[in-house]
């Protein structure tokens, strides 16, 4: 019985340490409503999730995009885009899709 015990113990903490904890993405956010006044308000709306590193996100304001790394094991790039259209800012929802619903085309680049 003890040794059954342990078997099941050792394949359960063999299962856990295989378990991927982060999956960090780099990705670029096409935001056209972005202006010098509103960046502020764009970083607070994506730093309102826990797997977004604010440390890492660059706004260009010439091209109109977001720069923004998060950990897609805690939140999705739906979820950012969304969270600034919430606030009424003009961002692109990538329609491009080719699969079940929300499946998009285009990965955004892993970070290492």
Do not use: W
Not at 26 to 52: C, Q, R, S, W
Request: hydrophobic share 45%; with cysteine.
């Amino acid at each position: 019985m003890k040794n059954k015990i342990a078997i099941v113990a050792l394949a359960a903490a063999a299962a856990l340490a295989g378990c991927r904890k982060h999956d960090f993405k780099k990705d670029v956010l096409d935001v056209p409503g972005m202006t010098p006044g509103n960046t502020n308000e764009i970083a607070a709306a994506m730093n309102f999730y826990e797997g977004v590193l604010p440390q890492h996100t660059r706004f260009d304001l010439g091209k109109k995009q977001v720069t923004v790394v998060y950990d897609s094991l805690k939140v999705a790039r739906m979820n950012l885009l969304m969270a600034i259209a919430e606030k009424k800012i003009d961002v692109t929802i990538p329609r491009k899709t080719s699969g079940p619903a929300g499946y998009i085309d285009e990965r955004p680049e892993s970070v290492e």
